[in-house]
């Protein structure tokens, strides 16, 4: 089975920092990757996906993560962050063919200090 | 377009006290999850279906929960007897699958549910 591991379980940054969260998976297979943010009190929402082709996938409100299978990490970036992206970060991953069941990750706490 | 559809948002019962949890998934999506969210475990998935059938219920806490659903466009998650511990966030979620790959899942508002 599947896991994955997010390290980094509260992180703390002032406005304009660069942000890198990580997150690694074991699974040897082909997988898909996501990253979902749960701003507070609401629901997951997808940042960005990984599926196949260029390891470095950008997503909506500034973020892009990199695929780097060797190191089976999907870290998700961000250049400079803004107080609104305080919120809730969870790395999942799901094997590409037969099982649509989706791991996550425990989830980082990003703390934005303005 | 109506996103993933869960209802109540909020429920506040006694313990012992029969529990439903409803969701609506997006049309069209074939796959439907429902997960269990809480400050001490986090994000745990409880049980799936595929075509209305459940494919894995290995996440399913015990017997007081189960889970069904009767169409593509409805499925509900019981808890009975409801248990303090059962307290959390429940997320409704949905897919499908374009070929080989599983597209992202869709969340619902979830269902906070307190047992006293």
């Known amino acids: 089975a599947q896991s994955v591991s997010q390290h980094n379980h509260h992180v703390i940054l002032s406005e304009a920092a660069s942000l890198e969260l990580g997150c690694n998976y074991s699974y040897g297979g082909t997988v898909n990757l996501f990253w979902y943010v749960q701003y507070p009190g609401q629901h997951l929402q997808l940042l960005l996906k990984y599926f196949s082709g260029d390891p470095l996938v950008k997503g909506i409100k500034g973020f892009e993560a990199e695929f780097i299978k060797s190191k089976f990490s999907f870290n998700l970036r961000k250049p400079s962050v803004q107080w609104s992206d305080t919120a809730e970060y969870f790395c999942?991953?799901?094997?590409?063919?037969?099982?649509?069941?989706?791991?996550f990750g425990t989830g980082t706490r990003l703390t934005i200090i303005p | 377009d109506a996103g993933v559809i869960q209802s109540p948002r909020h429920e506040v019962t006694e313990m012992g006290q029969e529990v439903t949890l409803r969701c609506k998934p997006i049309s069209g999506h074939d796959y439907l999850f429902w997960y269990r969210q809480t400050m001490m475990r986090g994000l745990e998935l409880l049980i799936y279906?595929?075509?209305?059938?459940?494919?894995?219920d290995s996440g399913m806490p015990e017997d007081r929960f189960s889970a069904k659903m009767p169409n593509a466009s409805f499925s509900t998650l019981k808890i009975q007897p409801s248990e303090p511990r059962d307290s959390a966030v429940y997320f409704c979620?949905?897919?499908?699958?374009?070929?080989?790959?599983?597209?992202?899942?869709?969340f619902g508002d979830g269902t906070r549910l307190s047992i006293l």
């Open positions: 979620a949905s897919s499908y699958r374009m070929g080989a790959l599983n597209q992202p899942q869709h």
């Open positions: 279906f595929n075509n209305n059938v459940p494919i894995d």
């Open positions: 999942a991953v799901s094997r590409n063919f037969g099982n649509e069941k989706l791991t």
